[in-house]
């Protein structure tokens, strides 16, 4: 039985405000609510601790505590089938920077740029000093390692098939 999550929070009297990101490698997020026991192993097997038991049980990824360094030890410690780790890209899920980004109120910061080590995010200066970064899609891995570094909390981790992005501040 296929476990909705929206649905779910519609009884509880609850919105869905905000798209969970799951572990990477999942075969399909359909799989993933079929089949997870909710056993929560991936949790302590994750290095960065970033792994955490989110609504209903089911486990998901939280960038503000840290990056994803794709060591699949969450997938290792999975008995269930989810994963398939012989996927090309461990995930459909990439960096966005929003309005909120200090640069964008004349503030000078770099923190993401600094953090991003597959060097997707970038700074394009012109004539100015200040302007907000750009994430190049090819490059970004979605690893996270941008998001808990932002000190004005402008950057989300988004899945590229949900509409909400997670870590973003909501309005």
């Known amino acids: 039985m296929s476990v909705d999550v929206?649905?779910?929070?519609?009884f509880r009297g609850r919105t869905v405000l905000k798209s969970h990101i799951r572990m990477p490698w999942l075969k399909s997020p359909q799989d993933?609510?079929?089949?997870?026991?909710?056993?929560?192993?991936?949790?302590?097997?994750?290095?960065s601790g970033i792994i955490q038991i989110g609504d209903g049980g089911f486990p998901e990824v939280?960038?503000?505590?840290?990056?994803c360094?794709?060591?699949?030890e969450c997938?290792?410690?999975?008995?269930?089938?989810?994963?398939?780790?012989?996927?090309?890209?461990?995930?459909?899920?990439s960096a966005e920077v929003s309005d909120q980004c200090l640069n964008n109120q004349s503030v000078y910061c770099r923190s993401c740029e600094d953090s991003c080590d597959?060097?997707?995010?970038?700074?394009?200066f012109t004539n100015t000093l200040f302007v907000a970064p750009t994430v190049n899609l090819s490059d970004c891995t979605g690893c996270g390692a941008c998001v808990s570094v932002c000190p004005a909390k402008a950057i989300a981790v988004t899945s590229h098939n949900q509409a909400k992005p997670e870590g973003q501040n909501e309005p």
Do not use: M, Y
């Open 6 to 10: 929206q649905k779910r929070a519609l």
């Open 32 to 47: 993933f609510t079929d089949l997870c026991s909710r056993c929560g192993h991936c949790v302590p097997a994750c290095p």
């Open 62 to 67: 939280d960038f503000h505590k840290g990056e």
């Open 69 to 72: 360094v794709f060591c699949t």
């Open 75 to 93: 997938a290792k410690a999975c008995d269930e089938k989810l994963f398939d780790l012989n996927r090309s890209s461990p995930w459909d899920i």
């Open 118 to 124: 597959a060097q997707a995010i970038q700074f394009n």
